[in-house]
């Protein structure tokens, strides 16, 4: 089962390539959701050799003469959920790491973004084992079933609901999961940045696939005397990005289904939109908007909104933030716009989050030597480059011991009083003893 | 409200004024808990002292000396487009943590995961078996003398009480048990979506190869060490019919230069925890041969050491995790039948091999999978703190000792923290797109530095551009030294006289 990265990862690399030169793809697409997974593959080809091999731990006394090592293997099958909104990286991301880590996968595309899924199921077995890395596609039930088999690993990306219906159905078999998950990542901009600067990364953040990121900014945070400003600069980069009519932008998408298109909208309800607003229900399109004054205790503060709205909530100065960010859920991603090196530690030592980004959004995704993942309800476990392979891997102790140098070992046996061993041999034995700097391969 | 909610709301409120940042530990009351376990399990002083308090003083040295490695900024590999950025992982708190205690190691199994608790600086819940009651006692009254009662309470109880208490939201759940309650701990932990921690148990297979020398082979076998009440005991023994006969004659042996003639009233040798155990345990013997012991005292909670030969895979004693001194042998052909064994069954918490063979232990551990795996030794793997304790399947997940116990019962949280500069670089992400700006940006993300490698490279090109310089000035200076005296009489010397003038 370990010759299985062979077999699986220079198809899979073929695979993405098609996809990512395919004319028929937007840039958008490629942008996010190919060049992302090109470079997981990539990485996992350069270094497979490396995070399989066994890995050395530090050794105690009575262990110098051992082996002593970690060595990482196969769970077996993991059961890999995918989602919608990126349909391919949140689908053959998880892939990649479970191919390298020598398991078997069964891949279930997620049932709303239905284009993406048939032809992730008509595609796939052209390249990859199908026995070993076969797709199931269908809708609730036909996840409810598989959900009832029993797999040694499921790896899950959606909503937290149904995050905890996994977990529930995997507890059966005591089975272990990773859950990326959602929920409203704060963003905070202090007084002091260079606002037209910090509008055009969040309006990027916030509208790229149409705010349906589950790291995109879901709202922001400031004092009010940067509300104005941040409007204004907001209004200039929309212009500047999708021109004066996004509809017709083809860089801007649409809302993936008319049960969100309908839930969004609600959300908007009773607020005047001081940028944006527009809707057309025939195309699922919503115009980019923005929210000022937003109430803490409003409905659209309670849910993750997951689309193109962006609401402003005013905050006295970084305590009241840091309270307000506190009070709520911990958030997948936490983005704090502040150039004051006091006020950026202030954040990040008073605040917890999945992952936090100072300075940007959205970025720390790229970065595969991050683990990226949540914590409380945004998720638990994470993955990217090698954390992907740890994460669908087993990470076996291994002590290989000979069957001489028994005389250091009576001190352990019965009867446990002073004729035989003494509390210095325990310790030289290693228990309550420090482990040495002492490498495998010294 | 509940006792038990009341208990959280304390703790959760106790975490948030921060008071757990500072760190500070308990030192252990030796005499008290020896007297708790004696009681318990029949434990004798040295024993709860080798196996019990020894753990938890090393634990909590590894983790006062290592705690600011551990909790420090952990930097990673950047890209181009993160080069000038700081990018890396801290380490947070999760927030409360529930610890399940066991009643077999009541001590080692709570406080253990109690100390990376604290280290990770968590506030924590302790739950100690009720079955081994004396300790929960002990437990209970002892620990509020050392550690903040608001962020270190101890629970105690029973069923209904553990339940209460699972039915509370956590920021972790660790618990040391059985693999039937392990999983109502999971379900109870999903609707909260809280991790858990499952140290569970199994079967542990212990193979013993034909080549090995079975004497020094059965001293290793910790079979009777806690009258069989280890999760990594190991449980039955594979072995080839030449070896079994072989065996029992150094088992016999060994018994008795251990526990003497009369186990029973030997100090060393344990009872078993409580009467219900002991009815599971005698049942369990029942339909397989007893070639050793079989003697037992249900008053006192005592079974010999006992040794079950010819066992057949279907045996009621195979069907379940023992937990008790009693060593099933199984016949296999040799090692593929013993591999086909061990992958037809539950992945165990730990595997034991016997044997001198590399070829045989490599083989083991390439066609098996396990918590750990252990060649000619038993059990002390646990006492290896650098190595990651813990199951996979239906032996647990998640894993802890030393550094692993800070680390699971952490958040380990990504930071990038970029500047507000460089945004003509961020341009090219922004729509409109375009091919060109797409494959600039391909570029930048896809290729990955090696900081080392490039502050390698850096260093060699300027120690070689360095001595190139120092080459130069040096033959300067050679030059130069002929404008001094010498080189004045160098030159002329050097010089070819001129012819005089006719």
């Not at chain 1, 470079?39 to 890995?55: G, H, Y």
């Not at chain 1, 002590?399 to 030289?428: F, H, K, T, W």
């Not at chain 2, 925890?273 to 345990?281: A, E, L, S």
Request: proline letters at 6%; a neutral charge; glycine letters at 8%.
């Amino acid at each position: 089962i370990e010759k299985l990265p062979g077999l699986g990862r220079t198809p899979l690399l073929f695979f993405i390539s098609m996809l990512a030169h395919s004319s028929m793809i937007q840039y958008d697409t490629s942008l996010l959701e190919l060049t992302g997974l090109e470079n997981e593959i990539k990485l996992a080809i350069d270094k497979l050799s490396v995070w399989a091999a066994p890995r050395a731990v530090e050794r105690s006394i009575l262990t110098l003469s051992d082996q002593v090592y970690v060595r990482p293997q196969p769970l077996g099958v993991v059961l890999i959920i995918g989602a919608w909104n990126y349909p391919w990286a949140l689908t053959l991301g998880p892939l990649v790491g479970a191919i390298a880590a020598g398991n078997a996968a069964v891949v279930k595309p997620s049932e709303l973004s239905e284009c993406s899924s048939l032809l992730l199921r008509a595609l796939l077995p052209r390249y990859l084992d199908k026995d070993l890395y076969p797709v199931v596609t269908g809708g609730v039930s036909e996840t409810q079933e598989l959900l009832r088999q029993r797999w040694d690993h499921v790896f899950y990306t959606g909503s937290s609901s149904v995050g905890r219906l996994v977990m529930e159905a995997a507890a059966a078999h005591l089975t272990p999961v990773t859950l990326e998950l959602g929920g409203k990542s704060p963003c905070y901009i202090h007084s002091d940045c260079n606002i037209r600067v910090v509008a055009r990364r969040i309006t990027w953040g916030k509208f790229v696939n149409c705010g349906q990121t589950c790291i995109a900014p879901d709202y922001v945070l400031c004092e009010p005397s940067v509300q104005n400003q941040l409007i204004d600069c907001i209004r200039l980069t929309l212009l500047e990005f999708y021109g004066a009519d996004p509809k017709s932008s083809p860089d801007y998408g649409r809302i993936i289904n008319q049960r969100h298109f309908n839930r969004i909208l609600s959300l908007m309800e009773g607020y005047v939109p001081v940028i944006g607003g527009q809707s057309d229900a025939s195309q699922r399109y919503i115009a980019p908007t923005v929210l000022r004054d937003v109430p803490p205790q409003s409905r659209l503060m309670q849910e993750e909104i997951f689309g193109p709205v962006l609401p402003l909530v005013a905050v006295s100065d970084i305590d009241d933030a840091i309270r307000f960010i506190n009070e709520r859920e911990k958030p997948l991603a936490l983005y704090v716009f502040c150039t004051d090196q006091k006020g950026i530690e202030k954040m990040l030592e008073e605040t917890t989050s999945g992952g936090v980004l100072v300075n940007d959004v959205l970025m720390h995704y790229t970065l595969s030597s991050l683990p990226f993942g949540g914590v409380g309800h945004s998720g638990m476990g994470s993955y990217h480059g090698k954390h992907s392979f740890e994460q669908l891997s087993h990470m076996r102790s291994c002590l290989v011991r000979s069957l001489a140098m028994e005389s250091v070992n009576l001190s352990r046996y019965p009867p446990q009083d002073r004729r035989r061993g003494r509390i210095r041999a325990y310790r030289g034995w290693g228990i309550g003893g420090e482990p040495l700097t002492q490498k495998w391969s010294d | 409200m509940s006792r038990e909610e009341l208990v959280v709301q304390r703790a959760r409120k106790a975490f948030q004024t921060g008071k757990t940042k500072p760190l500070e530990l308990v030192t252990e009351r030796k005499k008290e808990i020896a007297d708790s376990l004696k009681k318990d399990l029949g434990k004798s002083e040295r024993c709860t002292e080798l196996f019990e308090t020894l753990g938890c003083e090393g634990e909590i040295r590894l983790a006062l000396q290592h705690l600011s490695d551990w909790a420090a900024p952990r930097p990673v590999e950047k890209t181009l487009m993160t080069l000038v950025d700081q990018a890396y992982v801290q380490p947070q708190p999760l927030g409360l943590v529930l610890i399940i205690g066991a009643w077999n190691y009541p001590w080692a199994v709570t406080l253990q995961p109690l100390v990376g608790a604290i280290a990770a600086g968590n506030a924590a819940i302790i739950k100690p078996s009720e079955v081994s009651s004396h300790s929960a006692r002990a437990m209970e009254e002892l620990l509020p003398l050392y550690l903040d009662t608001d962020l270190y309470p101890v629970v105690t109880g029973g069923v209904s009480e553990t339940q209460e208490l699972l039915r509370q939201r956590w920021d972790h759940v660790f618990y040391t048990g059985s693999s039937s309650v392990g999983r109502l701990v999971m379900e109870a932990a999903a609707a909260h979506l809280t991790p858990v921690t499952l140290e569970l148990g199994g079967k542990s297979p212990c193979y013993i190869h034909s080549d090995c020398n079975i004497r020094v082979a059965e001293d290793h076998v910790g079979k009777f060490v806690n009258c069989g009440q280890t999760c990594i005991s190991p449980d039955y023994v594979l072995c080839e019919p030449s070896v079994q006969s072989r065996l029992l004659e150094e088992v016999r042996e060994c018994i008795k230069e251990f526990y003497t003639e009369n186990p029973k009233g030997f100090e060393d040798y344990g009872r078993i925890i409580n009467q219900r155990h002991f009815r599971r345990i005698m049942g369990l013997m029942e339909g397989s041969t007893v070639a050793l012991g079989g003697d037992c005292d249900e008053a006192d909670c005592y079974i010999g050491p006992t040794v079950l030969k010819d066992v057949s895979a279907d045996s009621k004693v195979m069907k379940e995790e023992i937990f008790g001194p009693v060593l099933p042998i199984i016949s296999v052909s040799g090692v593929d039948q013993a591999i086909q064994f061990i992958s037809d069954r539950e992945k165990p918490l730990v595997i034991y091999v016997f044997t001198e063979d590399k070829k045989i232990i490599q083989r083991m551990i390439a066609d098996t999978s396990s918590g750990a795996l252990l060649a000619n030794d038993c059990l002390v793997h646990f006492t290896v703190s650098t190595l990651p304790f813990g199951g996979v399947g239906h032996s647990g997940m998640g894993c802890y000792k030393g550094k692993h116990t800070f680390d699971q019962l952490s958040h380990l949280r990504s930071c990038l923290i970029k500047s507000s500069s460089l945004e003509s670089v961020n341009s090219l992400r922004y729509p409109p797109h375009t091919q060109r700006k797409i494959n600039w940006l391909r570029l930048l993300l896809l290729k990955q530095i090696d900081l080392k490698k490039l502050r390698r490279f850096t260093m060699i090109t300027a120690l070689m551009g360095l001595t190139a310089f120092i080459v130069q000035v040096t033959g300067v200076h050679r030059q130069t030294d002929l404008d001094t005296s010498e080189g004045q009489v160098f030159r002329a010397v050097a010089k070819p006289p001129q012819p005089a003038a006719i």
